[in-house]
């Protein structure tokens, strides 16, 4: 699979670092990375990470080439990905965070690139794949939205709890660390909320996942509500649902019956352990749910509790999806 990276930001360099983790790369070829950010400045960064640590290879920006562990990327300062030729790879990966109206979407598309990914939601994209939860629906789309991170963390869970017990109605609250959308220090925004120093408060907000769970899962729509908490750490977030099931089960039979679920879903995890948010980080699954934490309300209640590595964890379905659809190109 041949893949360019189009912004090289938080999510971007976590993706490139996920590829350098496979064996042999396993068959992932990253041609290009297109950022408007100054070469030197995209290898320092992508070297030196302070949430995930030093890299342990050496970054060598030779001219137009980022060098790492033996891999040789064209780099390009591009501010319109349709005027660079993108012909043979089969998936860009759109990380910009701008790919929100068709015309900036499909510029890697125009640049002969086969498909794109875009790394959040985008109402320019044909679908929203959720891997665990409506992957079924990524067809012949050329276009995808990845979703939000949070929504990854929580559509697979959501399928999967209504399929084991019932959902009538859920809220979910997404523990949500901080995100360049916040400033350090108090400095206007468009939410009064957000305009605080992220580091410094609690913030509670709204999460796009609210409205994408309608979207990925629309057999459940309108029954599910969420919010969010943008908390002072910098990685690895949560999701605290509460549920009304259809079906009534003790709390011993629920726990049992989840667990026994979620290790048969390939992108959740289950620990038993008292951990921390920082004990997460890294993890690649979608979420990792808290067994310590779930409990049952009256028989009809539920609360499940799930770490998540926004950052990790959204990288490497990033990956996968591509690999979907770039496997789809070679049908």
């Not at 342990?56 to 660079?84: K, M, W």
């Not at 498909?115 to 067809?139: D, H, K, M, Q």
């Not at 990288?315 to 789809?328: E, F, G, K, Y």
Request: aromatic share 4%; hydrophobic share 45%; glycine share 8%.
């Amino acid at each position: 699979m041949r893949i360019a990276i189009n912004g090289f930001g938080r999510i971007g360099r976590t993706i490139l670092r996920q590829v350098l983790n496979l064996p042999d790369a396993n068959g992932v070829q990253v041609a290009l990375i297109n950022d408007i950010a100054p070469g030197d400045m995209l290898g320092y960064l992508f070297r030196y990470d302070s949430t995930f640590g030093p890299l342990p290879h050496e970054v060598a920006i030779q001219g137009e080439t980022l060098s790492v562990a033996g891999h040789h990327i064209a780099l390009t300062r591009q501010d319109d990905l349709s005027r660079l030729d993108l012909s043979g790879v089969d998936v860009v990966l759109e990380c910009t965070g701008i790919a929100r109206e068709t015309n900036v979407a499909r510029r890697g598309l125009q640049a002969g690139a086969r498909s794109v990914l875009i790394s959040g939601p985008s109402p320019a994209a044909e679908v929203t794949v959720v891997l665990g939860a409506n992957e079924e629906r990524l067809g012949d789309a050329r276009v995808v939205s990845n979703a939000s991170c949070t929504t990854n963390a929580l559509a697979p869970l959501l399928g999967l709890l209504d399929g084991l017990c019932g959902v009538e109605t859920a809220h979910m609250t997404t523990i949500h660390c901080y995100t360049n959308s916040q400033p350090m220090v108090d400095a206007p925004r468009g939410d009064m909320a957000r305009s605080r120093a992220g580091a410094l408060s609690m913030v509670p907000t709204t999460s796009s996942a609210t409205h994408l769970i309608d979207e990925v899962l629309p057999n459940l729509a309108g029954r599910i509500s969420g919010s969010a908490v943008r908390v002072p750490t910098a990685s690895v977030s949560a999701v605290d649902l509460v549920l009304t099931m259809r079906d009534v089960m003790d709390a011993d039979a629920f726990a049992q019956a989840l667990r026994a679920k979620v290790e048969e879903q390939p992108v959740l995890g289950w620990t038993d352990l008292p951990l921390v948010s920082s004990d997460l980080r890294g993890r690649p699954e979608s979420l990792v749910i808290a067994g310590p934490e779930t409990r049952i309300v009256h028989q009809r209640q539920a609360r499940v509790f799930g770490w998540y590595d926004n950052e990790w964890g959204f990288s490497a379905r990033m990956l996968d999806v591509a690999a979907r659809m770039a496997n789809r190109e070679a049908i």
